[in-house]
């Protein structure tokens, strides 16, 4: 469905749509990301239940996790033969292994004798040795060695190969997934794989990685990322260089949704302001990261939206790409993608950011993890990535330096959600409202979630 097919269904934001904004732009957004795709799914509510229910919970952990694609590492993280990353959800947990020719196998991570977690840690290995009697493997899961095996003469070791996981990459990202049957991931992302294209996320590199655990259900705070339009009470100093409330939400097939929010123009709700109060708004601190907080100058004539995707041209010229076709609104925007159920990858070229959220351990706790995926210089190696800063229970994400103001944007975010969790726990009439367009991606999500609980 077109934009303009959108806004002849539902009430829209007055004003400027990502179209209009889009229009001006110079050189010209591609047509792919023009097309848009929404899906409406009416006014209806959800129940409060949903975040707060044992049963509930269960139902997901059952018919739901263990049939998704799920984000289990970045390219960075694993780059050399030997490197492995352990990625638990749930209860499960999967040993990711870098093999001799650079690809990946992925294995249940269980030894096959007594059943003890083979690896408690990411990092490297020459085999996969059980620290109980060291059963051992081979890193692409043949069995190397069993002790004392004239005791074991009952197994075959053709049968003692480890379980493997279905293991998929897409823009430096890997997924795994326990369900033979589920659909290939590129299936599962479409239409991401086109729009990633000409983003080359690959070269990108988890620069800062940052979790802590949030008391508040882990689609409570997926959710607080799927909407722009909070910013108006959570975000108020970002409201002069984002177009908050003209964002456009796209959805496409069961797991793919997108919130578009143009950066470089002033919230509708501010109205008019001068070119230069945008500038000053991005560039006092408040902007995606430290370096897109360096200065900007606004030439004669020049939009704030034009000088601030004009510097980030420059950025990536200065790392070497020509970044002379990229649209402003892939330099600039806020492309906040989420795949279903639990990573919202940025697109666009520059320093991106990345989520990814995980039941820690219930209902009632999440484990938040915000990465800043920093673009490689075009002709050096992709760095290793950061080790994740894992906060305490009373620690501020803008205790971290190396991200500079974004961490108080976190702060904000995060200190609404446990008093969501609470205001759901006791809801009197267990009814959750939702905006019909700019909160549909959360309808979308649970709709998902809908069929896979009712298979
Ligand atoms: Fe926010």
């Known amino acids: 469905m077109a934009d303009r097919d959108v806004r002849d269904l539902l009430p829209m934001c007055p004003g400027d749509g990502v179209a209009e904004i889009w229009a001006r732009d110079v050189p010209p957004v591609p047509e792919m990301y023009k097309a848009d795709s929404f899906i409406d799914l009416g006014p209806g509510h959800l129940a409060a239940s949903r975040y707060t229910s044992a049963e509930f919970f269960e139902a997901e952990r059952t018919k739901m996790w263990p049939r998704v694609w799920q984000m289990a590492a970045r390219d960075e993280e694993f780059p050399e033969a030997g490197d492995l990353v352990v990625y638990d959800n749930l209860g499960k947990s999967v040993i990711l292994v870098r093999q001799p020719d650079l690809s990946v196998k992925a294995f249940w991570n269980v030894c096959l004798h007594r059943g003890r977690r083979l690896r408690t840690e990411s990092g490297t290995a020459s085999e996969l040795q059980c620290p109980f009697h060291a059963f051992t493997w081979n890193m692409d899961g043949s069995l190397k060695q069993i002790p004392c095996r004239w005791d074991f003469g009952h197994l075959d070791e053709a049968k003692m190969q480890l379980p493997e996981v279905r293991c998929e990459r897409f823009a430096g990202y890997w997924f795994v997934n326990w369900d033979g049957s589920a659909p290939p991931l590129a299936e599962y992302l479409a239409p991401l794989p086109e729009h990633f294209a000409r983003w080359g996320q690959e070269r990108n590199f988890t620069a800062v990685w940052v979790g802590k655990v949030i008391k508040a259900n882990w689609k409570v705070v997926a959710e607080a990322f799927m909407e722009a339009w909070h910013?108006?009470?959570?975000?108020?100093?970002?409201?002069?260089?984002?177009?908050?409330?003209?964002?456009?939400?796209?959805?496409?097939?069961?797991?793919?949704?997108?919130?578009?929010?143009?950066?470089?123009?002033?919230?509708?709700?501010?109205?008019?302001?001068?070119?230069?109060?945008?500038?000053?708004?991005?560039?006092?601190?408040?902007?995606?990261?430290?370096?897109?907080?360096?200065?900007?100058?606004?030439?004669?004539?020049?939009?704030?939206?034009?000088?601030?995707?004009?510097?980030?041209?420059?950025?990536?010229?200065?790392?070497?790409?020509?970044?002379?076709?990229?649209?402003?609104?892939?330099?600039?925007?806020?492309?906040?993608?989420?795949?279903?159920?639990?990573?919202?990858?940025?697109?666009?070229?520059?320093?991106?950011?990345?989520?990814?959220?995980?039941?820690?351990?219930?209902?009632?706790?999440?484990?938040?993890e915000v990465r800043v995926l920093a673009k490689a210089p075009k002709d050096g190696p992709v760095p290793r990535a950061a080790e994740m800063v894992f906060l305490g229970e009373d620690e501020a994400w803008s205790s971290v330096t190396a991200w500079g103001r974004l961490g108080g944007v976190y702060d904000q975010d995060m200190a609404n959600l446990p008093h969501v969790q609470e205001g759901l726990v006791s809801s009197a009439n267990n009814r959750v409202e939702l905006g019909r367009y700019q909160e549909a991606r959360i309808r979308h999500f649970h709709a998902t979630l809908d069929k896979y609980l009712a298979r």
Do not use: C, K
Request: zero cysteines; glycine letters at 8%; hydrophobic letters at 40%.
């Open 231 to 368: 910013s108006i009470a959570t975000h108020p100093q970002i409201l002069p260089f984002t177009g908050d409330a003209n964002s456009r939400y796209s959805m496409w097939g069961d797991h793919v949704n997108l919130a578009l929010t143009p950066f470089g123009v002033p919230s509708p709700h501010l109205g008019a302001i001068p070119e230069e109060a945008i500038i000053d708004a991005f560039a006092g601190g408040a902007g995606r990261n430290n370096e897109e907080a360096l200065p900007i100058t606004l030439a004669l004539g020049q939009t704030a939206r034009q000088a601030l995707g004009a510097r980030n041209r420059e950025a990536l010229a200065a790392l070497g790409y020509d970044a002379s076709a990229a649209s402003d609104a892939e330099l600039l925007d806020a492309w906040t993608y989420n795949v279903f159920p639990n990573i919202s990858p940025w697109g666009g070229y520059m320093n991106n950011i990345s989520y990814r959220w995980r039941p820690w351990p219930d209902q009632h706790a999440t484990l938040m």
